[in-house]
C-alpha cells in the first residue's frame, strides 16, 4: 500500500538511550542532545520514536490493565523564530489536531522560556499541553489518557511538567564514535542506517546484525532474529534469482526488522489492528510481533519483506498493486529450509474464495486486461476477491507449466520490473533539471512498463490457460 507524497519525504533522527533505571525509580535523565532534564515517569516504559517524527523527541507509554487502554507522555522539540507568535496554538492545531477545552494558564517563566499548560481532547481523549516557548526552541510536553483516566493523571503530568528543565543542547558523539568504529571494521552494507538504527535505540532493545537485515528486538529472546534471517535469506535469494535481470540490481539498503514484544505495543508503535505486521517506505522498516503462532508470524513476515525488497529494488517506488500483493502472497506461501526457498504451499482461504468466485453464483475471475490496471483503491474495494486472484496469478505466472514453458512467465515479470526501474530512474533524474514528481508520475510509470512487458506476452493466449490452472488448483487443493 503507498501513499506517494507520504514516501517521498523522507527524514530521519536519532534519539537517546534511556537508561532501565531511570524508568524504575523516576530520577531525573539529563538528555544531552535534546536540551532537557526530566524525571522519567513512574509506571511508563519509553518507546522507540519512528524515523520521521523528526519534532518528536521521547515517548513513554503507560497500559491501564483493568481498561486495556494507554496512557502516553510524549515530548516534542521545535525550532522557532525570535518573535514569532502563536507557536502554541500552531502546534496544538497542526502537530496534534487538537482543540483546547478549558483555560490556558500561565506559569512562571524558565529562565527565558514562557510556560503555558493547555487542556485538550481529540478522539475521545483528554490531556494536558505543556508548553516552553524561548530561545532558539519550542518544547512541548504533552500528557494524555482516556478521558475516564484523565483526573487520576493530570497531577502526574503537573509535577514532572514542574521539574523539567532545558538546558542548550549539546551533541554526544561518543556512541555514534563507538559504532563508527565498529561498522568501519564490519564488511556490512549501508553503515550508516545500521548506526541510525542503533541510536534510536531504547532501554529493552537489542539489535543483531545480519549481511542483508539489522534487527531491532525489543524482549529476552535475543535468537529470534537468526531464524528471521534464515527465512529473509531465503526469499531474497529467490527474488534476485526470479524478479531482477541482473544481480547488480539487488537493492543496496539494509532492510530494517522490528520484533514488538506484544501486540499492544506493536498498536503503540503504529500498527493497526487488524494486522500482524506491515512494512513503512516513509520509515523504512518492517514491522511485526509474535501472535502467538510461528507459521503464521513467519508469513507475514515473507510477505511483508516482498515489500521492503521490490520498493528498494525499484528505487523507492512500489509497483502495481497485484504485483506487490500477489508477489508478497506467493512469499507469505513459501517453504524455507536452510536458508533455501524449496517451494510452495496452497493458501486454502484464497482458494476458497476462487471457488466462490467461479461457483454458480460467483462473478467470476476479473478479465486480466482490466485486472492488471487496478487502482489500488479500486483492489482495496474487494480486498478478498482481489488478493485472492492477485496471489494465483503469481501462482500461474511462476509455478505453472504455462508460466515456466521458457520461462515466459518469469520473463514477464522481468521484464515489468526492469522497465519500472529504468523508466523511475529517467524521471527522478529529470526532476533534477526542473521536472515535477507527482502522484501521476508513478501512475504513468507503472502503465509504461506493463505496456512494455505485455509486448513479448500474449495475454489473450494466457487468459484461459490462467482460467484452467485456476480450476484445477481448487479442484485439487478442495477435495
Not at 518528536?56 to 507522555?73: F, I
Not at 468466485?357 to 485486472?371: A, C, N, R, S
Amino acid at each position: 500500500m503507498d501513499d506517494m507524497l507520504h514516501r517521498l519525504l523522507l527524514s530521519c533522527f536519532c534519539c537517546l538511550i534511556l537508561p532501565m533505571s531511570a524508568i524504575a525509580q523516576g530520577k531525573e535523565v539529563r538528555y544531552r542532545e535534546i536540551g532537557v532534564t526530566m524525571a522519567a515517569p513512574k509506571g511508563y516504559d519509553a518507546m522507540p520514536i519512528p524515523r520521521t517524527k523528526n519534532v518528536l523527541k521521547l515517548v513513554y507509554v503507560r497500559r491501564d490493565e483493568q481498561s486495556g487502554t494507554t496512557l502516553t507522555l510524549s515530548l516534542y522539540r521545535t525550532a522557532v523564530k525570535p518573535g514569532v507568535s502563536g507557536v502554541d496554538d500552531s502546534f496544538l492545531a497542526n502537530v496534534l489536531k487538537a482543540k483546547a477545552t478549558g483555560k490556558t494558564k500561565k506559569f512562571k517563566s524558565l529562565g527565558e522560556y514562557k510556560r503555558l499548560r493547555y487542556p485538550f481532547e481529540r478522539n475521545g481523549r483528554r490531556g494536558y499541553l505543556f508548553s516552553y516557548v524561548g530561545g532558539d526552541y519550542a518544547y512541548f510536553l504533552v500528557g494524555e489518557s482516556p478521558s475516564a483516566l484523565f483526573d487520576s493523571n493530570s497531577s502526574a503530568w503537573n509535577r514532572t511538567a514542574d521539574e523539567l528543565r532545558i538546558h542548550p543542547p549539546a551533541r554526544d558523539d561518543r556512541k555514534r564514535a563507538e559504532l563508527e568504529l565498529k561498522y568501519g571494521r564490519s564488511r556490512h552494507s549501508d553503515k550508516e542506517r545500521r548506526i541510525q538504527a542503533n541510536l534510536s535505540l531504547v532501554e529493552g532493545w537489542h539489535a543483531f546484525d545480519s549481511e542483508e537485515y539489522i534487527y531491532l528486538l525489543h524482549g529476552d529472546d535475543t535468537q529470534a532474529w537468526k531464524e528471521f534471517d534464515g527465512q529473509l535469506s531465503g526469499v531474497r535469494r529467490y527474488l534476485t534469482e526470479h524478479v531482477l535481470s541482473h544481480r547488480n540490481q539487488e537493492p543496496e539498503d539494509v532492510g530494517v526488522v522490528r520484533l514488538c514484544q506484544s501486540r499492544q505495543e506493536y498498536l503503540d508503535y503504529g500498527g493497526q489492528g487488524w494486522t500482524a505486521g506491515y512494512f513503512s517506505p516513509s520509515e523504512d522498516e518492517l514491522v511485526l510481533y509474535d501472535p502467538g503462532d510461528v507459521g503464521a508470524m513467519l508469513g507475514v513476515l515473507r510477505h511483508e519483506s516482498f515489500h521492503q525488497y521490490i520498493y528498494a529494488a525499484l528505487g523507492g517506488i512500489s509497483p502495481h498493486i497485484w504485483f506487490d500483493e500477489g508477489y508478497a502472497e506467493l512469499m507469505a506461501s513459501a517453504r524455507v529450509e536452510g536458508q533455501r526457498l524449496t517451494g510452495f504451499n496452497p493458501m486454502p482461504h484464497h482458494l476458497q474464495i476462487l471457488s466462490q468466485m467461479l461457483g454458480e453464483d460467483g462473478k467470476g475471475l476479473e478479465p486480466l486486461d482490466v485486472f492488471l490496471h487496478l487502482s489500488q483503491k479500486d483492489f482495496y474495494a474487494a480486498p478478498n476477491e482481489y488478493y485472492a486472484q492477485a496471489w494465483i496469478w503469481l501462482e500461474f505466472l511462476m509455478n505453472s507449466h504455462y508460466g515456466q514453458r521458457s520461462s515466459r512467465g518469469e520473463d514477464f515479470i522481468k521484464s515489468y520490473v526492469r522497465h519500472i526501474r529504468e523508466e523511475w530512474k529517467k524521471r527522478v533524474e529529470a526532476s533534477s533539471s526542473g521536472g515535477a514528481l507527482h502522484t501521476g508520475t508513478l501512475v504513468e510509470v507503472r502503465e509504461f512498463a506493463l505496456f512494455k512487458a505485455l509486448k513479448h506476452f500474449d495475454l489473450k493466449a494466457a487468459e484461459p490457460a490462467f482460467l484452467r490452472f485456476v480450476k484445477e488448483r481448487i479442484a485439487v487443493e478442495t477435495k
